[in-house]
């Protein structure tokens, strides 16, 4: 069992055998190689390194790793990926193969991490040892195991009767509503730009950071969505209030699972009529007839709105690996008297 250390830069060479490892886990659309390059070209500084532990022909884990200050290495963490880029096969114990990777790891580090975890795809260890875990964020997931009144029906009475009354004022009004679901990969670079300008009208255009067919963000969601679409597992929810388009959701798919990386929608258009939710119901509706999938997630952190759709919430979980147990046991000490400094507020 050996690691071996290659410019993430070469990632499409090795993009093949980091699938097949991939395919023998649950499925995580997030984790893959039509996520991860352009996710590297888009948000990649250059130091980046792909780690493979192989074992003869046998590749055993992977991770693509960033410097994170001295002495540390993490996992390639942008702000666009939900997960950190970690591989293992099954039956493989963690804590071992971090330490190898540690010790083969440049400039002798102290500390290697694992960024944003979940313990759906990797049980969260115990601290003890190397090893020591905090909590990241709380995420939401929308299992499909009944069908869609019954789904509903079991939402709060609040949540049904605004939507109600929502889909109500929108009538009188003489104002439709249509769900239409782009797959196509040559629909891509026009649904990103209708993408960004929709999340424009909000606090992210204000703060210059909105999604542009002609930013980083941009070009990253259109390639990586040209790529899931070309072999069926991408689709951009598209909601419109007669021909106006109001929300969006960005989404990919894999196996029984389809993940909601992005939504956007008209901040413009009057509150009372909330398009984001009328198009959630809608949109989750129309999953839960299908019968294809299994699971909805959401993989940001959960909101208040997100606890009215769903009652299944995990916790996604930062990971540290530490050269020398007393290492580990100083930086505990160390956090414990910096917060025990802290003063509470007035």
Aim: one cysteine or more.
């Amino acid at each position: 069992m050996n690691w071996r250390l290659l410019p993430a830069a070469r990632f499409a060479e090795f993009a093949a055998r980091w699938e097949t490892l991939r395919a023998a886990g649950p499925a995580a659309p997030m984790l893959a190689a039509d996520f991860m390059l352009p996710l590297l070209a888009e948000f990649g500084g250059g130091r980046e390194l792909l780690a493979l532990c192989e074992d003869g022909p046998d590749l055993l884990a992977a991770a693509v790793l960033a410097p994170a200050g001295r002495g540390a290495w993490s996992t390639f963490q942008p702000a666009q990926a939900p997960l950190g880029p970690w591989l293992q096969g099954p039956g493989l114990d963690t804590g071992t193969l971090l330490a190898g990777l540690l010790r083969a790891l440049p400039g002798f580090p102290l500390l290697l991490g694992l960024s944003q975890c979940d313990p759906f795809l990797l049980p969260r260890p115990a601290d003890g040892g190397h090893a020591r875990s905090s909590d990241y964020i709380d995420t939401a997931r929308i299992s499909i195991e009944t069908d869609a009144e019954t789904w509903w029906n079991g939402r709060g009475k609040n949540l049904r009767a605004n939507l109600k009354k929502q889909r109500n004022r929108l009538a009188a009004a003489g104002i439709g509503t249509t769900l239409e679901v782009l797959r196509a990969p040559q629909q891509m670079a026009q649904a990103i730009a209708d993408y960004g300008r929709l999340e424009s009208t909000g606090w992210k255009g204000r703060a210059g950071t909105a999604v542009a067919a002609d930013n980083d963000q941009g070009r990253f969601y259109r390639r990586m969505l040209e790529a899931f679409c070309a072999r069926g597992q991408g689709s951009v929810y598209c909601y419109r209030f007669g021909a106006e388009l109001v929300a969006m959701d960005l989404c990919i798919e894999e196996g029984d699972c389809i993940v909601i990386l992005k939504t956007a929608y008209d901040e413009s258009v009057p509150k009372h009529y909330s398009p984001a939710l009328l198009m959630r119901e809608e949109a989750c509706r129309r999953l839960f007839e299908d019968g294809r999938l299994r699971r909805i997630e959401f993989y940001g952190k959960v909101m208040e709105w997100h606890t009215r759709w769903t009652d299944e919430v995990r916790t996604l979980y930062h990971l540290n690996h530490y050269r020398w147990p007393a290492l580990r046991r100083l930086h505990e000490t160390l956090r414990r008297d910096a917060a025990a400094l802290e003063l509470p507020a007035d």
